[in-house]
């Protein structure tokens, strides 16, 4: 589940910002910081949720 929000977060944010008229190469940038900031924050989300009793 965490994988899949972060994959159609991380391709919002690259299709967005090609859109705004960036390169390619920046909105992959774009869209891969999107990424790996969602699957961290999920992932401390999850983690947070499991460890309270």
């Given at each position: ?9 991380g ?19 774009a ?23």
């Amino acid at each position: 589940m965490v994988l899949i929000g972060a994959v159609i977060v991380g391709a919002a944010a690259g299709l967005l910002a090609y859109a705004g008229g960036n390169n390619v190469p920046t909105a992959v940038l774009a869209g891969g910081s999107a990424f790996g900031a969602t699957v961290l924050l999920l992932l401390a989300l999850l983690n947070f949720a499991s460890s309270r009793p």
